[in-house]
């Protein structure tokens, strides 16, 4: 069974950056795409980054690209969600997501909640200004 545990999320100052990272088990690396989507007080889950199985593609949520970096490292089945210039927009519950691979068929299937299987319980991250 596939099990995600989302660490590194804090109370920080706008500008700093973070690092979250979410140690993943119970499957074989290289099967499952990885993925972060977070959710905000009152709004929607919304696709922040994803990679591929491989880490050869990544992919970005328009309110963070430029800003934020996704890497994974399969040799530690971990993924990692570097944070720079973080605002308040940017306070959210940070949730890792597995999706397997056979079902990424495209771009756009990174960037949907429906893509991944397995979600882990969410680390706070949150911004003051």
């Known amino acids: 069974q596939v099990q995600l545990v989302e660490t590194g999320g804090g109370l920080v100052q706008a500008g700093v950056s973070l690092i979250l990272s979410c140690a993943a088990s119970?499957?074989?690396?290289?099967?499952?795409?990885l993925g972060w989507f977070r959710q905000a007080p009152g709004k929607e889950r919304e696709f922040v980054a994803a990679?591929?199985?491989?880490?050869?593609?990544?992919y970005y949520g328009d309110s963070v690209k430029g800003r934020f970096t996704i890497s994974r490292d399969n040799a530690r089945n971990t993924v990692y969600l570097q944070m720079n210039s973080l605002s308040s927009e940017d306070t959210a519950i940070y949730y890792c997501?597995?999706?397997?691979?056979?079902?990424?068929?495209?771009?756009?299937?990174?960037?949907?909640?429906?893509?991944?299987?397995?979600w882990g319980q969410g680390t706070q991250v949150s911004v003051s200004s």
């Open positions: 119970g499957y074989t690396s290289g099967t499952y795409a």
């Open positions: 990679t591929t199985w491989d880490g050869a593609n990544s």
């Open positions: 997501a597995a999706g397997w691979r056979g079902k990424m068929h495209g771009s756009s299937d990174y960037q949907y909640s429906e893509s991944y299987d397995v």
